[in-house]
C-alpha cells in the first residue's frame, strides 16, 4: 500500500521558515516525479515546485527564490524549505508522486502565516 505522509505544518508569522516533510513508503522516489501543490480556502489546487528524478528542479513564479524543494532517496523523504513566507502562502500543501503508472496524494498539512 502506497502512501504519502506530510509534516512539518503550522503557524508561522510573516518572514519566517518552516521545513515541510513527505515520508513515502510502499514505492522508491528514486524514480518518480516528486511535487508539493497547496490549495488556498475558495481557490484551486495550484503547483508550487516539482522535483523531476535527478536534480532538476522547477518553481512556481510566486515561490521562486524563497521556496526550495528537495529529496533524500535514501530515506525515501521529500522536502520543501519554505522561507520568507507571506500571509498569501497560507494553505494546505499537498504531496505528489508520480510515474510512469500511477499517481499518488498525500493527505496535505496545513500551513498558516499571520502575525
Known amino acids: 500500500q502506497v502512501q504519502l505522509v506530510e509534516s512539518g505544518g503550522g503557524l508561522v508569522q510573516p518572514g519566517g521558515s518552516l521545513r515541510l516533510s513527505c515520508a513515502a513508503s510502499?514505492?522508491?522516489?528514486?524514480?518518480?516525479?516528486m511535487g508539493w501543490y497547496r490549495q488556498a480556502p475558495g481557490k484551486e489546487r495550484e503547483l508550487v515546485a516539482t522535483?523531476?528524478?535527478?536534480?532538476?528542479?522547477n518553481y512556481a513564479d510566486p515561490v521562486k527564490g524563497r521556496f526550495t524543494i528537495s529529496r533524500d532517496s535514501a530515506k525515501n523523504t521529500v522536502y520543501l524549505q519554505m522561507n520568507s513566507l507571506k500571509p498569501e502562502d497560507t494553505a494546505i500543501y499537498y504531496c505528489?508522486?508520480?510515474?510512469?503508472?500511477?499517481?499518488?496524494w498525500g493527505q496535505g498539512t496545513q500551513v498558516t502565516v499571520s502575525s
Open positions: 510502499g514505492i522508491s522516489i528514486r524514480f518518480s516525479r
Open positions: 505528489n508522486l508520480r510515474n510512469a503508472i500511477s499517481e499518488y
Open positions: 522535483s523531476p528524478t535527478g536534480s532538476m528542479t
